[in-house]
């Protein structure tokens, strides 16, 4: 069955500083791998996106990292701001174009940065 | 873009009553998606449209929810009757094909009291 492990499940930090969430998965064939930020009361939005070639990918402070050997991929936040308080959700697609049969989401890790 | 559109963002009804959620997707994506998201499980496909086509409906959790995407502009969700535990938020999401442009609208929140 396919899975997306996420952790922690939720985590507290001072601004300013770094973190990294991860994410595990056993979904098959891969195609990509999604990371999501989720505001509180809005829709999920798009950080990156990454392919079975990619090992990493940045948006901004946002850095993604794939290892598709090991079936697991991180997402590292540099210089954290309050806005960046949300959940994080990584979806895994096992379809190439990531059709919505083949996406597997995780429950997300719910980051609170503390002033 | 207006982006993918959903109405109402909040909804309160009474247990029993019928409800019904709009969604409209970005101009061009040919494929629809509904959502629902609770803490308990996060989000959950119900069901997905291409080319306003239901493809995939097992996620639809009985009979009483049932989905229509009369043309390419417009969705719709409907609960009859509804109970307490459908209380969530329920996302529509939109793409092109291939999934390229996946993009979420920002949700209803139903509470069924």
């Known amino acids: 069955k396919n899975q997306v492990e996420q952790s922690p499940q939720s985590l507290i930090i001072l601004e300013g500083k770094n973190c990294t969430l991860q994410?595990?998965?056993?979904?098959?064939?891969?195609?990509?791998l999604r990371w999501y930020k989720q505001d509180t009361g809005r829709g999920p939005v798009s950080l990156t996106i990454?392919?079975?070639?990619?090992n990493t990918k940045s948006n901004g402070r946002y850095t993604a990292t794939l290892d598709a050997d090991t079936k697991q991929s991180s997402l590292h936040i540099t210089a954290s701001q309050l806005s960046d308080s949300a959940s994080y959700i990584c979806?895994?697609?096992?379809?190439?174009?990531?059709?919505?049969?083949?996406?597997?989401f995780g429950k997300g890790t719910h980051l609170i940065i503390q002033p | 873009d207006a982006g993918v559109i959903q109405s109402p963002r909040h909804e309160v009804t009474e247990m029993g009553q019928e409800v019904t959620l709009r969604c409209k997707p970005i101009?061009?994506?040919?494929?629809l998606f509904w959502y629902r998201q609770t803490m308990m499980r996060g989000l959950e496909l119900l069901i997905y449209?291409?080319?306003?086509?239901?493809?995939?409906d097992s996620g639809m959790p009985e009979d009483r929810f049932s989905a229509k995407m009369p043309n390419a502009s417009f969705s719709t969700l409907k609960i009859q009757p509804s109970e307490p535990r459908d209380s969530a938020v329920y996302f529509c999401?939109?793409?092109?094909?291939?999934?390229?442009?996946?993009?979420f609208g920002s949700g209803t929140r139903l509470t069924v009291v």
């Open positions: 999401a939109s793409s092109s094909r291939g999934g390229y442009g996946y993009t």
């Open positions: 994410c595990n998965y056993t979904v098959s064939p891969f195609s990509n």
């Open positions: 990454m392919t079975f070639s990619e």
């Open positions: 979806v895994v697609s096992a379809r190439s174009g990531g059709g919505a049969d083949g996406l597997t």
């Open positions: 101009s061009g994506h040919n494929s």
């Open positions: 449209f291409n080319n306003n086509v239901p493809i995939d």
